[in-house]
């Protein structure tokens, strides 16, 4: 079964503090990683997609990175305006576009 | 680009009664919607798959005949919660991928549904 593992649940960090999130899967056969933002009440709003391992990309304070494993959001310098739900969700083989979503990592940056 | 939109954003009915959700993708063609619902402080669940012009996809545990899903063009899909239950209030999201695009989805703004 495809399972998508995001950690920390919760993270608080300073204004300026650097961090980073972390998205775990195993899938029987990855065809793409996306990362999205939710804010409360809203629809999750597209950051990035990845489609295989070493690859990264930028936005703004945000950097998404790909292993084999697992995918990392980093956050440089976050400010309180970060503050949000970041969720990944994979896109498997076999699959017509359906994603899979893990639970969230919720973030507050604390001014 | 790739905008995606609800409506309504936020409804309130009374047990029993119907409920239609729109959404429709405003700058570009979506061959395939998704459609999803979460509770508060968890993750998106997907319901179904909706495909232009054909009958949609539904995902274990969903029942079919009471989230009647209808994807008459390629802007528009819609969701109709059918005499619906206290435990039917949730957020319903909708998503949409460009046709011919790999897999990227953009999703509406999402609408509570409260049923009283």
């Known amino acids: 079964e495809d399972q998508v593992t995001q950690s920390p649940e919760a993270l608080r960090l300073q204004e300026g503090e650097s961090s980073s999130l972390n998205c775990s899967y195993t899938v029987s056969g990855l065809r793409g990683l996306f990362w999205y933002r939710q804010d409360p009440g809203k629809g999750p709003e597209f950051l990035f997609t990845l489609y295989s391992a070493g690859e990264e990309k930028e936005k703004e304070r945000l950097k998404a990175t790909l292993t084999k494993k697992e995918s990392f959001l980093h956050i440089t310098a976050p400010k309180p305006e970060d503050s949000a739900t970041y969720l990944c969700?994979?896109?498997?083989?076999?699959?017509?576009?359906?994603?899979?979503f893990g639970s969230g990592t919720q973030l507050t940056v604390l001014p | 680009g790739a905008v995606v939109s609800q409506h309504p954003s936020w409804v309130i009915c009374k047990s029993g009664t119907s409920v239609k959700i729109e959404c429709r993708s405003l700058d570009f063609q979506a061959t395939t919607m998704f459609w999803y619902r979460q509770f508060p402080k968890q993750s998106l669940m997907l319901m179904a798959t909706s495909n232009e012009g054909s009958k949609a996809t539904y995902e274990q545990g969903v029942e079919k005949d009471k989230f009647l899903i209808n994807h008459a063009s390629l802007t528009l899909s819609t969701l109709t919660v059918t005499s619906a239950h206290p435990e039917d209030s949730s957020f319903y999201i909708c998503s949409a991928g460009r046709s011919g695009s790999p897999a990227e989805q953009y999703f509406g703004p999402g609408t509570r549904l409260t049923v009283t």
């Open positions: 969700a994979v896109l498997v083989s076999g699959s017509a576009r359906q994603l899979t």
